[in-house]
């Protein structure tokens, strides 16, 4: 079914354990941090006249980005 919406599921931080608590802290952390990094690595990608990636340009001024597969591993 694509295109339904998941429903959010609200949370009360001071109903949850402590163990809970900090580990959905530690979660959102974590996913804040690697989304400014990410941010922050567009933005370099955006800023540079040439991108070139393993000797192949993907990228100039001219022309939009083609051909990049980034992957988390």
Do not use: H, P
């Not at 949370?11 to 990094?37: C, G, W, Y």
């Not at 192949?56 to 597969?69: I, P, R, Y």
């Amino acid at each position: 079914m694509i295109g339904r919406k998941k429903k959010k599921q609200k949370l009360d931080l001071l109903e949850m354990s402590d163990n809970d608590r900090i580990k959905l802290i530690k979660e959102v952390k974590e996913k804040l941090r690697q989304k400014a990094v990410e941010e922050k690595l567009w933005k370099s990608f955006l800023e540079s006249e040439n991108l070139t990636i393993n000797g192949e340009t993907v990228s100039c001024e001219a022309a939009n980005l083609k051909g990049f597969l980034s992957t988390n591993y």
